[in-house]
């Protein structure tokens, strides 16, 4: 295991449609994070689990989207009916003690 | 609101100079990380401070942390062309929420 891992690492949609993506976090990890990152800017927190459990979760995580992690172990993030605005960076973490960050999706919406 | 404010926000200097960022908070955290991103990447994790106080090295970049555990500065020596990238500090404050939160971020460019 060598880090988190996401996939895909890039994905261009039409408007409207509808995409997933997939965090493998680092395997002892029972923390796991999402963010949404635009150019020149921080990221910014979307959703907090602990295991399975998604115990806290940003007011910018809109009705059109959801998170899951099922088994405590990989989490998707699922964007319903896309939007131009929608287009990012998206990026999950894991931690135990230190938050370790995946290599990112970068989603854009046509 | 912003919890971590980082100043300044670009920065751009030569090879050879040295600089400060700076990453300032109004709360309380038990701990702060630093990370560097290049674009296109997440994140990399450079170093977690957790003791009020505390100083740490990593060959030409210092890092403090308050001693009221409110902010944090990282001090690069000898700035490299290889420094370029966005610095951002990161941390849970105390107040009781389980958001990691990131700081507004420093984008530096070293020319060589």
């Known amino acids: 295991d060598t880090g988190v891992s996401q996939n895909p690492r890039h994905k261009i949609t039409k408007r409207g449609q509808n995409v997933t993506f997939r965090c493998d976090p680092i395997s002892e990890h029972n923390r796991l994070y999402w963010y949404r990152q635009t150019l020149g800017q921080g990221p910014e927190f979307l959703t907090y689990f602990q295991n399975e459990a998604q115990l806290e979760k940003s007011r910018l995580l809109s009705d059109r989207f959801s998170a899951e992690r099922p088994k405590g172990s990989f989490s998707t993030l699922e964007i319903q009916r896309t939007e131009q605005g929608d287009s990012a960076m998206y990026l999950c973490?894991?931690?135990?003690?230190?938050?370790?960050f995946g290599s990112g999706t970068r989603l854009t919406v046509v | 609101t912003q919890l971590l404010e980082q100043s300044p926000q670009f920065l751009s200097i030569q090879e050879g100079e040295n600089l400060t960022v700076y990453c300032n908070s109004s709360?309380?955290?038990?701990?702060l990380q630093w990370y560097r991103q290049e674009p296109g990447e997440g994140p990399v994790l450079l170093v977690t401070v957790v003791t009020g106080g505390e100083v740490k090295k990593l060959k030409r970049l210092t890092f403090q942390f308050g001693d009221a555990r409110k902010d944090s500065s990282l001090h690069i020596t000898a700035a490299q062309p290889g420094d370029t990238g966005l610095y951002l500090c990161a941390g849970i404050s105390s107040s009781g929420t389980y958001k990691y939160i990131f700081g507004t971020g420093t984008r530096l460019k070293v020319l060589a």
């Open positions: 709360s309380v955290f038990s701990s």
């Open positions: 973490a894991s931690s135990s003690a230190s938050v370790l």
